[in-house]
């Protein structure tokens, strides 16, 4: 598909009004000429003694207004013209300047719904890998140059080469050896206009992907501003976004020395091509061969086209950045949304798991997960116990569908993963993460947001669950406090008691703590998972975790080593063995944090 193509796709719904906005102009360019027509034939042949000549309907016009008697007479009547000429032309530019717009505007609203909805649905796998500030800048300021192409630019397209045809037809009829000194800026400019874009295309590419790093990277920045304050890295930091933004200057800088070069040189060429008619038509006035009238009428011809003709480079400089800007569009667009399965199976879920041989590659040759053979019975707590890196939020991401295994089956209550409704699948699956996320509204919607047609008596229930619910009223508004930048902020402990609230809420058989209760004290992780334990007892809860307390009471636990599974059973039986639970069952029992 070239990029023509893609935006024309993009205008789906809106091309007539977008096709009238372009006739408009159409009409504008008519009407623009009529105006130094009615002046020729005012000046030569009703101030002047000239027969009246060029186009026909301006012949009609005069005669049928009375003729060079009676207008010469009444020279309001020209000047009433000549308003009127101008006026019409404004309307049309007026009114196509407005459907443009509207067409537009309409276009860009409908391509950003288009394209958050696409990215709602992409895999997780692409959400990993991409830069989220890069992603951003396609969505908005991408979207946005394609707008204002189609807005300001494509519209001036329709203009030039409706006023370069009308001129022609007028030029070369009024007097066809002046045409020819008067037209050579047509293609002259165009040919300069086609050069200057295919040269400029590669540097708009190259200042949109420093734009993209340096916005990246300030939000990078602006997320991890703890990390860089708390490990002293402000100067470092600093320097790199220095750098960044020194390609930035130095890549815009090349971009507008182009332009400049660009704008001078067609100036110098406009000018001369002015000069040009100027001195060839004086000559051959002063000659008898060409009318005063006719004279005004090619200058004022060259200074009409001159400026579209001009603006052409623009306008392709601006097509070569609205398609940059299309493509990086359509990149999002091509990616495989992730197949959701909607007419998967939805069965009521009791929480069996069962993993056969399941391996996971992110990258194809570096296996994160291998050969995982395991079986968690409805209703148990299972812990899974291993070094950092060693496959454990793969694992559960693997359960509640966020990537599938590259070998291997899953299933829960003995249907394979893949036979589910994958939306259906993960509302069963309740995930506090390790770092939680939590929106910019009121805490009671950022507890309440997983579930449907919850009641406030089950939110405060969840939240006294989690323990924060003193922590929640002792805020000015209560559960109506607003979170995230404009509201509180919360302690990480705090937000993570939010999280398994909100986990707890959504009635999910499958309940999942990934490292989530780490960042609470021994006591408050005590009362939590005794009240998950109330609540839960009909669920599959699994824990990841490194505290003793909390695997000894699991029914199951899992030991993950290097994305193997090392050990598994129940705690009193991995007590029997000398392995990483056995030896964290010692230290702990010294005393000794891990
Ligand atoms: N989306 C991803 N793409 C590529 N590699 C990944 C991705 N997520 C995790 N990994 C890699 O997979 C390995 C296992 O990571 P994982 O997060 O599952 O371990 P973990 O045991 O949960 O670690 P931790 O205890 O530190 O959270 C790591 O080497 C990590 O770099």
């Known amino acids: 598909m070239n990029n023509l193509q893609k935006i024309w796709n993009m205008m789906k719904g809106y091309r007539l009004m977008y096709g009238v906005a372009i006739l408009f102009m159409g009409f504008g360019a008519i009407f623009a000429y009529y105006s130094p027509l009615i002046l020729r034939a005012t000046i030569d042949s009703v101030i002047g003694t000239e027969a009246f000549s060029g186009r026909r309907e301006i012949i009609w016009l005069f005669t049928a207004l009375g003729g060079r008697e009676v207008l010469s007479q009444r020279l309001w009547i020209p000047g009433i013209l000549l308003v009127s000429s101008a006026l019409v032309q404004g309307i049309f530019v007026f009114l196509s300047g407005y459907l443009a717009a509207k067409a537009s505007e309409g276009s860009a609203r409908d391509l950003r719904n288009r394209l958050y909805h696409h990215l709602q649905y992409l895999p997780f796998a692409y959400h990993a890998r991409s830069e989220k500030g890069d992603l951003l800048q396609r969505c908005t300021s991408d979207v946005d140059t394609v707008r204002k192409f189609l807005a300001l630019q494509l519209v001036q397209v329709g203009?030039?080469?409706?006023?370069?045809?009308?001129?022609?037809?007028?030029t070369f009829q009024v007097h066809v050896e002046l045409a020819w000194v008067a037209m050579p800026i047509i293609p002259l400019a165009t040919v300069a206009s086609i050069l200057f874009f295919g040269k400029?295309?590669?540097?708009?590419?190259?200042?949109?992907?420093?734009?993209?790093?340096?916005?990246?990277m300030v939000q990078e920045h602006l997320t991890g501003i703890r990390v860089v304050r708390?490990?002293?890295?402000?100067?470092?930091?600093?320097?790199?976004?220095?750098?960044?933004?020194?390609?930035?200057?130095?890549?815009?800088?090349?971009?507008?020395?182009?332009?400049?070069?660009?704008?001078?040189?067609?100036?110098?060429?406009?000018?001369?091509?002015?000069?040009?008619?100027?001195?060839?038509?004086?000559?051959?006035?002063?000659?008898g061969t060409v009318t005063i009238g006719t004279l005004?009428?090619?200058?004022?011809?060259?200074?009409?086209?001159?400026?579209?003709?001009?603006?052409?480079?623009?306008?392709?400089?601006?097509?070569?950045?609205?398609?940059?800007?299309?493509?990086?569009?359509?990149?999002?667009?091509?990616?495989?949304p992730e197949s959701m399965n909607p007419q998967g199976i939805r069965q009521k879920l009791t929480g069996a798991i069962e993993f056969k041989g399941v391996s996971?590659?992110?990258?194809?040759?570096?296996?994160?997960?291998?050969?995982?053979?395991?079986?968690?019975?409805?209703?148990?707590?299972?812990?899974?116990?291993?070094?950092?890196?060693s496959g454990k939020t793969s694992l559960v991401g693997l359960i509640a569908g966020f990537y599938a295994p590259t070998q291997g089956s899953i299933s829960i209550d003995g249907v394979p993963l893949q036979d589910f409704d994958k939306a259906w699948l993960r509302r069963q699956v309740s995930l506090v993460?390790?770092?939680?996320?939590?929106?910019?509204?009121?805490?009671?919607?950022?507890?309440?947001?997983?579930?449907?047609?919850?009641?406030?008596?089950?939110?405060?229930?969840?939240?006294?669950?989690?323990?924060?619910?003193?922590?929640?009223?002792?805020?000015?508004?209560?559960?109506?406090?607003?979170?995230?930048?404009?509201?509180?902020?919360?302690?990480?402990?705090?937000?993570?008691?939010?999280?398994?609230a909100r986990a707890?809420?959504?009635?999910?058989?499958?309940?999942?703590?990934?490292?989530?209760?780490?960042?609470?004290?021994?006591?408050?992780?005590?009362?939590?998972?005794?009240?998950?334990?109330?609540?839960?007892?009909?669920?599959?809860?699994?824990?990841?975790?490194?505290?003793?307390?909390?695997?000894?009471?699991?029914?199951?636990?899992?030991?993950?080593?290097?994305?193997?599974?090392?050990?598994?059973?129940?705690?009193?039986?991995?007590l029997e063995h000398d392995g990483l639970f056995s030896r964290l069952h010692a230290l702990q029992n010294q005393g000794i944090e891990v």
């Not at 400029?200 to 990246?216: P, Y």
């Not at 707890?504 to 998950?532: G, H, K, M, N, Y």
């Not at 000894?552 to 636990?557: N, Y």
């Open 433 to 500: 993460l390790q770092e939680p996320f939590l929106y910019a509204k009121t805490i009671k919607r950022n507890i309440g947001v997983g579930a449907r047609n919850i009641s406030e008596v089950e939110i405060f229930e969840a939240a006294r669950d989690a323990s924060i619910h003193q922590s929640i009223v002792d805020f000015e508004a209560g559960y109506d406090t607003p979170v995230g930048e404009r509201g509180v902020t919360l302690s990480g402990g705090q937000k993570q008691r939010v999280a398994i």
């Open 296 to 336: 005004i009428l090619f200058v004022s011809s060259v200074w009409m086209i001159l400026w579209p003709v001009r603006q052409m480079g623009r306008v392709l400089v601006d097509m070569g950045k609205a398609f940059v800007a299309m493509e990086r569009i359509q990149e999002i667009l091509d990616q495989e």
């Open 200 to 216: 400029i295309q590669s540097s708009f590419r190259r200042s949109d992907e420093a734009e993209a790093a340096l916005t990246s």
């Open 504 to 574: 707890l809420v959504a009635q999910a058989p499958i309940l999942i703590f990934d490292d989530s209760l780490s960042a609470l004290d021994t006591e408050t992780d005590r009362a939590v998972q005794e009240a998950i334990r109330k609540r839960a007892s009909d669920r599959t809860v699994m824990l990841i975790s490194h505290r003793l307390s909390t695997l000894m009471k699991a029914d199951l636990v899992l030991v993950m080593e290097n994305g193997r599974l090392v050990e598994q059973g129940s705690p009193a039986q991995l």
């Open 360 to 389: 996971l590659e992110y990258e194809p040759g570096s296996p994160v997960l291998q050969d995982l053979n395991f079986t968690i019975e409805s209703g148990q707590t299972v812990g899974i116990l291993g070094h950092t890196g």
């Open 159 to 170: 203009n030039a080469i409706f006023l370069v045809t009308v001129s022609l037809v007028v």
């Open 230 to 287: 708390a490990f002293g890295r402000e100067g470092y930091e600093y320097g790199r976004f220095r750098a960044l933004n020194e390609d930035y200057r130095r890549v815009t800088m090349r971009l507008i020395q182009w332009f400049a070069a660009f704008w001078a040189s067609t100036d110098i060429m406009s000018l001369t091509q002015v000069l040009a008619v100027i001195c060839v038509g004086t000559l051959w006035a002063v000659q």
